[in-house]
């Protein structure tokens, strides 16, 4: 076939006895394996890092948040289990935003190598 030169492959006697081409690249064996897994790129690892930033940024805003309020309301059991939920909702955004980042990290595997 016509495009770009490929790599590879094994020279053996062409099979198709009507084409003029007496030896050809016999491919398939090296593309068993599968596709080669991408490596994450400079700019896809900036973007990773950034949004890392933005959420523990977002993370410690609401927790001052959530101390301020604290501090502003008397302290009895309804203030501290306020608190408590609260904490306990800071703590479920964080493990969804690590969620989110690995989902990130799998989805930019499959972009271009530098």
């Known amino acids: ?4 030169p490929r790599a590879g492959g094994e ?3 062409n099979p198709n006895s009507a084409s003029s081409t007496g030896l050809v690249k016999r491919r398939g064996k090296e593309q068993e394996g599968g ?6 790129t400079r700019l896809k690892k900036i973007i990773i890092r950034e949004r890392l930033e933005r959420a523990t940024a977002k993370e410690e805003e609401q927790a001052a948040v959530v101390a301020a309020a604290a501090e502003e309301a008397s302290i009895s059991a309804s203030a501290s289990a306020a608190a408590a939920a ?3 909702a800071v703590t479920a955004f964080t493990t969804i935003a690590e969620e ?3 989902e990130e ?3 930019g595997e499959g972009e271009e190598e530098e």
């Open 11 to 13: 020279l053996m006697l």
């Open 105 to 107: 990290e799998d989805e």
């Open 35 to 40: 596709k080669k897994k991408k490596k994450v």
């Open 86 to 88: 609260a904490a306990a």
């Open 1 to 4: 076939g016509k495009g770009r």
């Open 100 to 102: 989110k980042e690995e």
